[in-house]
């Protein structure tokens, strides 16, 4: 195998060309057509090339192609200016004010495409008192471009017109030996920028890549640095994390690499909790197993799932102080959010649809009269019921229940009819029956009614 794999890269070597310190490698050799770049993107390439400018596809697309895997997006980059780039595309706009960027758009496609930036020199550096660099935005030439990237394999550039690949770095080997390197000296390159440490661990996790020894060696000293990083960047490289399809994978990793314990609050959240974290790692295999399916996950979700035993806990406390059930989720909702903002900057956009999950928890909990029928038409009815099904499988609340909602959605009128409970609705709200109705509510399984233990009664309140 070994021996196989050495051949093939000696082989491909003899035919890369070498211009300067950049490995030119033929279509031949590394096998990506040009076919498997978006219409968009290929447009823009075209568009800049044919107006006399250097253009590439760069960064997670080719080394998502190289690993025959579909990449997320196509990042450009280019020797042209942002207002070279505006005056080649009519459909563009400059964004961003520290780097600018262009956004060129294609119909429904928007494609990113940016300046070939350097690093900046030490000296010329600006850095905070920990060597993280303030600012890298200074355009520079394609080998520049290539040397301020993180990984070996995330610095390669792919010309679509002659669909050779252009590697300064060693990238398409690293690649070809399943190696996720960083360029450089590693060490430098987390104090520079210490959010390449979990870079690292994502990408490896994601990409089934091994990192390679000298970049994962100093990670362990110097994981007290992400304490320097904003917390927004920080909440957005663990909802990539979170949300990357090897969500599990990755935390395993992150608990091996010790760079848990007050650094990562999200991360404090999933692991420091005993109640929750058979809850929360069953809501991360489940995000996994729909992304691989390739069905929508929502933020919103994951953070009600990630933060729910805690919700739980508080809305416990506050019925022992004799708060109402409703009452006492409010009060624990709004408690347990707060708490998070501070900690964890999770955006506040994200509530209502977080307490929205929580609060049509309780719900499911009552079967009896029109309230089934009313809670399935609630537009969140179904994240609501999916996170009913992950607290089933953990064990929070009986098994039987959620089994009854997946019949009871696609039940016909009669069955729904025999599967309603007694009419548990409370008093003051029931309307005057209909003759016949109290026989049918005499037909449901009473056991199933009272095998599910739940923390509200039937006051709560519905509607
Ligand atoms: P993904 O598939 O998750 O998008 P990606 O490698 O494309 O992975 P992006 O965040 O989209 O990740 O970044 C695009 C490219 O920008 C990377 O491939 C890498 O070349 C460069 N890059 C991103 N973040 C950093 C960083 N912190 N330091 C240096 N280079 C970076
Ligand atoms: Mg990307």
Redesign the pocket.
Known sequence: MIKKLLKRVFQQSARTRVEGRCHIIPFDVHGVSHEGISYAARRVTDGLQAAGFAAFV????V??LLLNRH???F?IATNATPEDVRRVFRRSRIIGRRFRLVHVMFGEDTVEVSTFRRMIEEEDAETDEHGRLLRDNEFGDQEQDAA????TA??LFYDPATQEIHDYHNGYADIRANTLRMIGDPAV?YRE?P??ML?AV??SA?LGMKLDEATGAPIAGMKELLGNVPQARLLDEML?LLL?GHSLECVKKLREMDLHHGLLPMLDVILEQPMGERFIMLALQNTDQRISEEKSVSPAFLFAALLWHEVLSAWKVHQAAGESPVAALHAAMDEVLERQHAQLAIPRRYDAIMKELWLLQPRFEQRGGQRPIRLLSQPRFRGAYDFLLLRCESGEVDAQLGLWWDEFQDATDERRAEMLMQDDEPKKRRRRKKPGAAKQDEKTQPETATQTESPVQSEFPID
């Not at 301020?148 to 990984?151: A, G, H, L, S, T």
Request: no cysteine; aromatic share 4%; proline share 4%.
């Open positions: 760069v960064g997670g697309a080394r998502d990449p997320k997006d990042d301020r990237r993180d990984f995330n610095a390159r920028d959010v390449r870079r994502r990408l994601k990539k990357s």
